[in-house]
């Protein structure tokens, strides 16, 4: 896979007759690891000359593709349970699902936006940054999600435009309260320095020693009554929901900004999309952020499943 080079944004005048210097991409997914040993510098380089767009964009909607599950541990999708293991194999479905005509960015972990930095894919692309990966899927401390990934500071000194945080409320498990203290802090910060704060927020609760989301309308409600009111400020704060059923009652309940998850890609792909197609009408949803269902659909093409996304949000 090659990337052509591409100039950078300069504040010089177009009368200016110096050329830019050429932004230094790898041409490969090989590359990545020779230029991480011995030009780590070139990440803050590339970010500090990224290209970037406003939020809004033509439309005001927002097709985003989401990749941080790996960071605790869960790499399970379309029923292999190691499937977004292979690093090569996962960057090259995410260059693919970026490129495609109508996608506006990327939500993830410092790794992986790192790597898709080097290879030029977030180039006019928003960029979400991932904070809490401490709730480690199957782990006995999974609710006390702590914040792992980004912090604010990171946020801001990457030039992203916002962040993001799963928030399980599980009214059995008293670490519960001090994940919920900590994103309540985090989205001050981001309110602050006027960057969105994403909210994900679940009831959850152990059945059989795994944690389990209730997607009942009425728990998805109560979730987002109590996610709302997180921060000295919300507003910067938008929600990112579940499709689940009653959709029109669950977003009578906010008037926040909100884009919908994709959830992992086990059901059938056509009643899925036809859910996102009814949500995406209802108002105050802005789009999509979908993540396995498109890097790993049923038929394998990831081209397909993601145009298919676009052309419902769009």
Not at 105 to 130: H, R
């Amino acid at each position: 896979m090659s990337v052509t080079e591409a100039p950078l944004t300069t504040s010089r005048s177009a009368s200016s007759t110096e050329t830019p210097a050429p932004q230094r991409f790898v041409s490969s997914i090989a590359e990545i690891s020779d230029v991480r040993f011995a030009e780590p510098e070139r990440i803050g380089e590339l970010l500090a000359t990224r290209r970037r767009r406003t939020i809004a964009g033509s439309d005001g909607r927002l097709m985003i593709v989401a990749c941080d599950h790996p960071a605790r541990g869960a790499l399970g999708a379309t029923g292999n349970r190691m499937a977004m293991a292979n690093r090569t194999e996962l960057l090259e479905r995410l260059v693919t699902a970026l490129a495609r005509p109508g996608v506006d960015g990327l939500l993830a972990t410092a790794d992986i936006a790192e790597d898709l930095l080097l290879l030029g894919a977030l180039e006019d692309k928003l960029v979400f940054s991932s904070i809490n990966r401490g709730g480690i899927q199957g782990s006995a401390f999974e609710i006390d999600d702590r914040n792992t990934g980004y912090d604010v500071r990171g946020t801001i000194e990457a030039g992203f435009d916002g962040a993001k945080m799963l928030t399980r409320i599980d009214l059995d498990d008293p670490a519960t309260v001090a994940t919920l203290e900590a994103q309540g802090k985090v989205i001050t910060e981001l309110n602050r320095a006027r960057l969105i704060a994403m909210v994900e927020p679940f009831l959850s609760k152990r059945v059989n020693g795994r944690v389990v989301n209730d997607l009942s309308p009425d728990a998805v409600i109560r979730s987002i009554a109590i996610a709302q009111g997180l921060g000295a400020s919300s507003a910067y704060t938008w929600m990112k929901l579940p499709v689940v059923h009653e959709m029109e009652r669950v977003m009578a309940a906010t008037t926040l900004p909100t884009l919908l998850l994709g959830g992992d890609p086990d059901n059938d792909p056509d009643e899925t999309y036809a859910s996102w197609q009814a949500a995406l009408a209802l108002p105050s949803v802005r789009g999509l952020v979908v993540g396995r269902t498109m890097l790993y659909p049923a038929d394998d093409d990831v081209a397909k499943a993601v145009d298919t996304a676009v052309s419902l949000v769009r």
